[in-house]
């Protein structure tokens, strides 16, 4: 059984996820549809390329992620099929996918040009039901990669915010992503701090010194930073909100300092 993602900036409010999984399972009634997110910003292909990022590994290989963040729809932009190593990635071309570019997850993209596969009329607005869904479907369903369009080099790729090292022992990066918690998540990695025992964070005038295990190594509200499940380092507050704390959100600069 294939499994197809949905990652989408949708929330559920509207019908729109609801539909293109009746789209999908009028084409592929045995596939599995996970909900991976629906509540990306509105219209932030950045933010769902990073949580594309941290999610696609942890799926079966050859699973089929389908992402509709795509505030370009009915303009210029393209559609992507991308394979990768690991799966398999139905987009607007709009750099949703650039994590993985860079990451070197994705071996060979197509624009997808092959009408008989879409739903018609295509409207102009609602390109997740009338293309990406089907695209989708009918790539569960068996089709091979190569009838969906013509393999391109041209895509859009997104700078992804990089760690600075000023000097050293001096990192500077930034918040990429806030969770439901009020979590505030780096791009600073595991990597780049590791080989370091003692670690001093600073944000929004706030410093903290060290690392803690768990969220509960802090009374309630103490401000704190921890390592989180996605490799990166976590800004967090035990029990509340850090963004709210803080008054901090995306983009925000993150300084650290490591030392032996």
């Known amino acids: 059984m ?31 549809v996970v909900d991976l997110c629906h509540g990306v910003s509105p219209q932030d292909v950045l933010e769902a390329a990073f949580l594309l990022h941290c999610s696609y590994r942890y799926f079966p290989k050859g699973t089929i992620h389908l992402v509709v963040v795509d505030p370009g729809v009915g303009g210029r932009r393209r559609a992507l099929l991308a394979e990768g190593t690991h799966g398999y990635y139905v987009s607007p071309d709009n750099g949703v996918l650039s994590y993985l570019f860079t990451g070197g997850e994705i071996q060979r993209v197509l624009e997808i040009t092959a009408e008989e596969y879409f739903l018609h009329p295509v409207s102009h607005t609602f390109h997740g039901r009338d293309i990406f869904a089907p695209v989708a479907a009918h790539l569960a369903r068996g ?33 990429l ?7 505030l998540v780096t791009n600073i990695s595991a ?36 390592l989180g499940s996605a490799g990166y380092l976590e800004i967090f507050s035990s029990r509340g909100s850090a963004a709210r704390i803080l008054k901090a959100g995306r983009g925000a600069p993150v300084r650290v300092v490591v030392t032996p």
């Open 2 to 32: 294939k499994i197809i993602t949905l990652l989408t900036d949708f929330g559920g409010h509207d019908p729109y996820v609801g539909i293109m999984k009746g789209v999908i399972f009028g084409i592929s009634p045995r596939v599995e």
């Open 191 to 226: 990597a780049d701090i590791s080989p370091f025992r003692k670690i001093r964070v600073a944000v929004k005038q706030r410093s903290i010194d060290g690392l803690v295990e768990s969220y509960e190594s802090l009374k309630r509200g103490e401000i704190g930073a921890i």
């Open 177 to 183: 992503h806030v969770d439901r918690f009020g979590n």
């Open 143 to 175: 089709e091979t990669v190569d009838r969906f369009g013509r393999v391109t080099s041209s895509y859009i790729c997104l700078p992804v915010p990089a760690v600075e090292r000023k000097r050293e022992g001096h990192l500077a990066g930034s918040v």
